[in-house]
Antibody
Framework: EVQLVQSGAEVKEAGESLKISCKGS????????IGWVRQVRGRGLEWMGM????????RYSLLFQGHITISVDKFTDSAYLQWNSLRASDNGLYFC??????????????WGPGTRVSVSA | QSALTQPPSASGSPGQSVTISCTGT?????????VSWFQHHPGKAPKLIIY???KRPSGVPDRFSGSKSGNTASLTVSGLQPDDEADYFC????????????FGTGTRLAVL
């Protein structure tokens, strides 16, 4: 089955670090960009960035650049989203999303179920 | 980052058709033919049902169709079924200088 499996919910305090994961299965992980989308009540869905597994070429949304790090391990077919210092505003549901298409721009064609991140001030 | 505007709710009876709009700007929906629609049952992974304005992925019934006119994209669900009750959101490419992709505000579809 083609799917993205995400790590479980996290409860943290502001200032702490966090790394959540996403593992692709059922398809050739190296062939697709993979990225992250945040869902926050009152703000809706926000695209955060994406990375290509073959060379770790990464693109960030201006909204998140400098605050997050997206990485990938092509040997375990896993992508990661990391914060060095969480803020209360990082509360949300984080989706891992595969990007696909034969030409740019790509479509967001496969989503994970989401990882809930709760940050207390 | 401005979200794409969708009606908060829509409804229809089984067998009927319903259309959901997604209004953006000339910088996103109006500029690129990279508009997608997703069906989301809360607690599950969102599912792609329309991409590149009007294309359906394999396995998506032809009851789902998409179109675009100017800065507004539309999703039509024909022959409504109880399982179509879900949240639907749109998505458009917005360019590399901006935020790459923007999303709709979401529409809760009720099948009465």
């Amino acid at each position: 089955e083609v799917q993205l499996v995400q790590s479980g919910a996290e409860v943290k305090e502001a200032g702490e670090s966090l790394k959540i994961s996403c593992k692709g299965s059922g398809y050739t992980f190296l062939n697709y960009w993979i990225g992250w989308v945040r869902q926050v009540r009152g703000r809706g869905l926000e695209w955060m960035g994406m990375i290509h597994p073959t060379d770790s070429d990464v693109r960030y949304s201006l909204l998140f650049q400098g605050h997050i790090t997206i990485s990938v391990d092509k040997f375990t077919d896993s992508a990661y989203l990391q914060w060095n210092s969480l803020r209360a505003s990082d509360n949300g549901l984080y989706f891992c999303v595969r990007h696909a298409g034969s030409s740019w721009p790509l479509s967001l064609d496969l989503w994970g179920p989401g990882t809930r991140v709760s940050v207390s001030a | 980052q401005s979200a794409l505007t969708q009606p908060p709710s829509a409804s229809g009876s089984p067998g009927q058709s319903v259309t959901i709009s997604c209004t953006g700007t000339s910088s996103d929906v109006g500029r690129y033919d990279q508009v997608s629609w997703f069906q989301h049952h809360p607690g599950k992974a969102p599912k792609l049902i329309i991409y590149e304005v009007s294309k359906r992925p394999s396995g998506v019934p032809d009851r789902f169709s998409g179109s675009k006119s100017g800065n507004t994209a539309s999703l039509t669900v024909s022959g409504l079924q109880p399982d179509d009750e879900a949240d639907y959101f749109c998505n458009s490419y917005a360019g590399v200088i901006s935020f790459f992709y923007v999303f709709g505000t979401g529409t809760r579809l009720a099948v009465l």
